[in-house]
T-cell receptor, first 114, second 116 residues
Framework: AQTVTQSQPEMSVQEAETVTLSCTYDTSENNYYLFWYKQPPSRQMILVIRQEAYKQQNATENRFSVNFQKAAKSFSLKISDSQLGDTAMYFCAFMKHDGDKIIFGKGTRLHILP | DSGVTQTPKHLITATGQRVTLRCSPRSGDLSVYWYQQSLDQGLQFLIQYYNGEERAKGNILERFSAQQFPDLHSELNLSSLELGDSALYFC???????????????FGPGTRLTVL
């Protein structure tokens, strides 16, 4: 069975700073996807970034980038030049390559302070 | 707006009751997934339907059931409700099953269920 662990329940950073959210996972699969989802106060689940396990290059989406360490089963999210609108719950998530369900971590609540 | 709609947005009911949550997938999407977000369990997968058939099952209680209709909308039925069933229930949809290639799951806005 796959598990996803987020060890930081809550974090706060000043606006414009860089913040890194940690995530580790456990799986015996070789091909899979990893995700970071954002859940703002509106409760909507928003896909921030996706990483395919067979790709060595770390995914980036504008101010969001990941550090994917497959051997260590680590998948951290870096948010650069953080903005007030980044305030949200962030979920790390896993899905098998031929997958159906997404497995989520418990989440990290991120506060961006003005 | 993901294109996935869920009704109702909020539902308040009493223990022992039965409710039905409805989900309309994005146009063209054949797969529907149900997830439950609760304080105790976090976000967890309940069940998946593909083109009317059940494809995968997660931690779904026997008191819960779902179905997908010919027009591809899906309903999640929750019966004999308990206080612990209070949660946010998400529906997501994707084009296919994901078995052959990546299919992004698009999440609806959720239905907030409160059991009193």
């Amino acid at each position: 069975a796959q598990t996803v662990t987020q060890s930081q329940p809550e974090m706060s950073v000043q606006e414009a700073e860089t913040v890194t959210l940690s995530c580790t996972y456990d799986t015996s699969e070789n091909n899979y996807y990893l995700f970071w989802y954002k859940q703002p106060p509106s409760r909507q689940m928003i896909l921030v970034i996706r990483q395919e396990a067979y790709k060595q290059q770390n995914a980036t989406e504008n101010r969001f980038s990941v550090n994917f360490q497959k051997a260590a089963k680590s998948f951290s999210l870096k948010i650069s030049d953080s903005q007030l609108g980044d305030t949200a719950m962030y979920f790390c998530a896993f899905m098998k390559h031929d997958g159906d369900k997404i497995i989520f971590g418990k989440g990290t609540r991120l506060h961006i302070l003005p | 707006d993901s294109g996935v709609t869920q009704t109702p947005k909020h539902l308040i009911t009493a223990t022992g009751q039965r409710v039905t949550l409805r989900c309309s997938p994005r146009s063209g999407d054949l797969s529907v997934y149900w997830y439950q977000q609760s304080l105790d369990q976090g976000l967890q997968f309940l069940i998946q339907y593909y083109n009317g058939e059940e494809r995968a099952k997660g931690n779904i209680l026997e008191r819960f059931s779902a179905q997908q209709f010919p027009d591809l909308h899906s309903e999640l039925n929750l019966s004999s409700l308990e206080l612990g069933d209070s949660a946010l229930y998400f529906c997501a949809s994707s084009v296919s099953t994901g078995w052959s290639s990546y299919n992004e799951q698009f999440f609806g806005p959720g239905t907030r269920l409160t059991v009193l």
